[in-house]
């Protein structure tokens, strides 16, 4: 079904006209709904949990946001950030050597779209802008990170908007993502690099480019993924991306993550699976 009159904002769960040539078509627009059963009705579920992490998963030994520590740490913690940006600023430009400079050699990263080492990662993201409207068009919105330090080891919270463009039967849709990405880090020789990267995602939205021109997404499709990013992980299955479903805020990933945040700081050994069960058996 496509608009071809541009839409006001209505209430929730308030009906509208869409006038497609000469007939005129009811619509509800209700909140979607994260279905853990074929049971699930609307507005039974709250799809957006916020709740503060167990205070047993923080790193309380680490140097945070001039919490804890001298200044020297504090120049440490804005090379790292430093380092961290480069993600949204390098990436989006395709400025591939500064990009991979963020990393130590064997870094491993957790995307929703790719899973594997730097590498593999930087090939897919080419390989990715050379498909064009065929594939997504990625830009992100850096918005602000904390850092926590300890020892030769460190990790970085950064909040970040993902914008993803998508092309369905000749229609522009944006995909806009809020979520925050986890970097761990080490200095090794005097040097900090990136040496895990993934992310949570805390929800997302579709925007269409013309506002006279609308793509339907069915509601039953949807409902099957995550509450965080439900939208972005239908977009990425009908470009024949199967999305990773373990990287929503809201689900038991984010205290796994945290735990394994924690972990890294106090020197532990940590998988690339960072938010769940690992299964990559040669790391």
Known sequence: MFCTKALRPLARSAPCVIQTGTTARFLSISRPVYATSSTTTLGTKDLYPTT???????????SRNNATGDDAAVLDRMKIREICEGWGLYRDAAEWENYRS??????????????????????????????????????????GQTVDVQGNRAVSKMKVTITCRFTFNGVEVDNEADCRFFFMLEKREGKWGVC???????????IPVHPGRTFDIP????????SGYRYLAWCEDKIDTPPKLDLNSHGPERDILYSKCKDWLEGKQVKPNLTGKDTVESW
């Open 52 to 62: 503060q992490p167990p205070l047993s998963i923080r790193p309380d030994k680490a």
């Open 102 to 143: 963020m990393f130590h050699d064997d870094a491993y990263i957790a995307t929703s779209w790719k899973q594997g080492h730097i590498d593999e990662f930087i090939k897919a993201s080419k390989h990715g802008f050379a498909k064009g409207e065929n594939f997504m068009y990625i830009m992100h919105r850096l918005i």
């Open 196 to 206: 895990f990267y993934t992310l949570l995602f805390d929800k997302d939205k579709m």
């Open 219 to 226: 509601e039953a499709e949807v409902m099957k993924y995550p």
